[in-house]
């Protein structure tokens, strides 16, 4: 069994030499399942990129860190360190409730791995694999897969034309409208036809007309509705939505969002660095099991309900 984790750049380097040989954690649910004999990848913060995997060579378990760390070192200075620095990252309370681990530890790899998750061209994987320290992974989709991967990929062509206007970025979306009429069977004599039909009946685009609105004397369904299709909605409400609603639990821990929201706000990708994240995670987590003990949330629940807080007091200070 393989186990994710994250590391911050200092620990996840003291591996990477091998000067750190046994990660220390609490003895939650998720390490709770570990092994000997099981395998880890380590991330390294902030971007998630460099990987290390690691095997599980030994586990050692107690009631507290301190105790733990006295069965391991011998010198009091070291164990003194380690002690202050541990409880930068868990709360006294946390201990109390779970224990601790310590998981020893041998390097087995160290890789940068950039997930994609997205439909390529076909010769892609080849020309990957063809360059040296490169090596892809990939899987051939199915139908359904394939038309649901062909209807992003053609919106992301579509904007990649929108941005560059090139002859480069219309022949990509032409390719990929052709493999869409490939998967439907569809004839590009059949598609002319129906162009054809259309034209005659409502023209094509080349006078340049831009429609800006439709005065009527009476209210108009068959207008609205066409008017609210999702498609012709902006804004990020709707794309957050629709994200939300058809975002599997499975799919949504796969999902780097620090990455992703960091494209819109450039801070999520360079706080880690300034802030003493420890110091203010040893609160939040205060913050969080209050929540969970005064009124039975989840931790889960508890999170989420600290994010609305943190959110409409931001909202009420603008």
């Known amino acids: 069994m393989i186990y994710k984790m994250k590391l911050n750049e200092e620990p996840f380097e003291k591996i990477k030499n091998g000067t750190k040989t046994i990660e220390f954690r609490i003895y939650d649910k998720k390490r709770q399942q570990i092994k000997i004999g099981d395998q880890i990848e380590f991330s390294k913060l902030p971007d998630l990129y460099e990987k290390l995997v690691v095997d599980v060579v030994e586990l050692y378990r107690d009631n507290s860190f301190e105790n733990l760390f006295r069965k391991l070192y011998t010198d009091e200075d070291e164990i003194n360190k380690k002690i202050k620095s541990i409880y930068k990252h868990y709360s006294p309370e946390e201990e109390k409730e ?3 681990l310590g998981i020893k530890i041998n390097l087995v790899s160290n890789i940068f791995r950039y997930t994609y998750n997205k439909l390529v061209r076909d010769k892609i994987p080849e020309n990957i694999d063809s360059e040296k320290g490169r090596k892809s992974h990939y ?42 009429m490939e998967l439907k069977n569809y004839k590009i004599e059949e598609v002319h036809r129906v162009m054809k039909m259309k034209a005659e009946k409502k023209g094509a685009f080349r006078n340049k007309i831009y429609l800006e609105y439709i005065d009527e004397n009476s209210k108009n369904i068959k207008e609205e509705k066409e008017l609210n299709k999702k498609f012709r909605k902006s804004g990020i409400s709707q794309e957050m939505e629709e994200t939300i609603k058809n975002t599997s639990e499975e799919k949504e821990s796969k999902i780097n969002w620090t990455n992703a929201w960091s494209k819109k706000y450039p801070i999520l990708a360079t706080y880690q660095n300034e802030v003493d994240i420890p110091q203010y995670a040893f609160e939040i987590r205060k913050i969080l ?30």
């Not at 999170?303 to 200070?317: F, R």
């Open 98 to 100: 779970y224990g601790v």
């Open 139 to 180: 899987r051939i989709l199915n139908d359904n897969e394939y038309i649901t991967e062909l209807n992003k990929k053609i919106l992301e062509e579509a904007n990649e034309f929108i941005e560059e206007n090139s002859i480069e970025e219309l022949g990509d979306l032409m390719e990929v409208i052709y493999a869409i």
């Open 289 to 318: 099991n209050n929540l969970t003990k005064e009124y039975g949330f989840n931790e889960l629940d508890s999170m989420l309900v600290l994010k609305d807080i943190l959110y409409h007091i931001w909202k009420d200070k603008k």
